[in-house]
């Protein structure tokens, strides 16, 4: 089944201590990315990557690290996480097809994520 | 500046009736894509509907519909007979052509009643 898929999907923490949000997709997409959701502002993205070791800054990408070593995985890293950053997380990946106008972008389940 | 515009932040519909769900947007490049996702209460982000700018023709999908004005700049998202699945938060979404960076509006609730 194609899809994408996010680790953990829940997860309380403390201030400071770090922690990796996994995704993964199997459906061979070059384009990946994350974004978070909060009420009443939508959906931010906070990095992408075109592809493997290709990556840029989103609108927030304050306080997030990204790596993409292969193609299909595309962590998030807080390495030193605040309330702030308490949210809902969404991983997305898709295709970047040559002429093709725009590719629709898929998405894994969420990450809730708390930081007390 | 704020690129998507979703100015329901809620509607009620009966069930088996049609409802629009209004959305406008902002651009100036001439390639773009529309895109429509439902988000249910377990939270998962759907995928239902695109547009594209030089797509002469309305998008459709099941009873999903996409009302493409384009002089006007509204994408507004046609649910027909209305479910009470249907019940979710919906997200209009906007892509410049090439930059691979999906903008989001802030999303209509919609409620079906029974």
């Known amino acids: 089944e194609a899809q994408v898929t996010q680790n953990p999907r829940y997860l309380i923490t403390v201030t400071g201590k770090k922690l990796t949000v996994t995704c993964s997709q199997n459906m061979n997409h070059e384009y990946m990315s994350w974004y978070r959701q909060d009420p009443g502002l939508g959906l931010r993205q906070i990095y992408y990557?075109?592809?493997?070791?290709?990556?840029d800054k989103g609108d927030v990408p304050e306080g997030y690290k990204v790596s993409r070593k292969e193609k299909r995985n595309f962590p998030l890293i807080l390495e030193s996480p605040s309330p702030n950053q308490t949210s809902l997380y969404f991983c997305a990946s898709s295709f970047i097809t040559p002429g093709l106008l725009t590719d629709t972008q898929y998405f894994g389940p969420g990450t809730r994520l708390t930081v007390l | 500046a704020q690129k998507i515009t979703q100015t329901q932040p809620g509607m009620f519909v009966q069930e088996k009736e049609a409802v629009t769900l209004d959305c406008t947007y902002d651009t100036s490049d001439p390639s773009y894509g529309l895109f429509w996702y439902k988000q249910p209460s377990s939270g998962e982000m759907i995928f239902l509907i695109y547009?594209?700018?030089?797509?002469?023709q309305n998008a459709t999908e099941g009873r999903y519909s996409l009302n493409f004005q384009k002089a006007r700049k509204s994408a507004n998202l046609v649910i027909s007979a209305s479910q009470l699945g249907d019940s979710a938060m919906y997200f209009c979404a906007m892509m410049e052509g090439g930059s691979e960076k999906l903008v989001f509006g802030k999303g209509t609730k919609l409620t079906v009643n029974p």
């Open positions: 547009q594209g700018s030089y797509d002469q």
């Open positions: 990557s075109m592809n493997v070791e290709v990556t």
